[in-house]
């Protein structure tokens, strides 16, 4: 993890929060800045994003602010929205991956065990907002993190606030009809959780089918269907993949598939590193 330059000290606070390391490698195409940071009186760490350089500043907070709403098992909470100096948002911080590091630190693509508690997670979370009538619209792999106990989904409304600035998003989970200036609709989360499995899967945002797992290529592929009217929901790709339970529900689902090994052995140790590295970390504030 690449930490903030020592000699640029708008690269070391933002807020009340000192920069402890960038979550994200260069050159990856994040929908925002994110950090792990640290408040000053050392109590808190957190994940802190902020807008890309020369994004609309207003509009990140806005969409961080409706992202409070969105609550769920696998969503990072956005806990602090603050629109004071620098914007920024933050969410209690524990060790985890985006998941194209992930990808790299296993080596390539995940094992499909792995990509299957990553596709239910991501279903069953947008399958409750849409029953709200909220669109993500900003699922892509490196709005995926993976931790020790799930995957979680950040950079709610992504999408919306690029603004034109597509350029700056991972244009592979982009919905055909997004890219070409649609608005985002439940239809483009289900267009862009296909392209986050596969990515998972292969290493692609939209592989040649045959690359797919046997088991997901028909769900995969009709998530990728560029006609929208004819993608499947996100509670239906939910209840295809859903482990079955006692009572028929598919409440709470993707936690049913975390056992023991659900992660790669390389994931779990990088994210134990990590976990040393922040909790190692000496901030002075002088």
Known sequence: MERPRPNDESARRIGPYRLITRLDPPRTLAPCRRFVARSADGDRTVLLSAPLAGADASRFLTEAQAGQRLLGPWIAPITEVSATGSPFHATPYVPSLPLPVA??????????ETVRVIGVALAETLAAAHAQGVTHAGVSPAAVLLTADGPRLTCFGAVRAAEGRLSDLDAGALAPEQATGGLPRPPGDVYALGTVVSYAATGHTVPERSE?????????????????????????????HAPPTPHQTVLNSAGSLLTPGWLPGRVVAALARQSSEILSAELPWN
């Open 103 to 112: 990808l790299a630190v296993h080596g390539g693509p995940l094992p499909e």
């Open 212 to 240: 797919l797992p046997p088991a997901l290529r028909q769900s995969i592929s009709s998530c990728l269907t560029r006609d929208p009217a004819n993608r499947p929901t996100a509670a239906e790709v939910l209840a295809a």
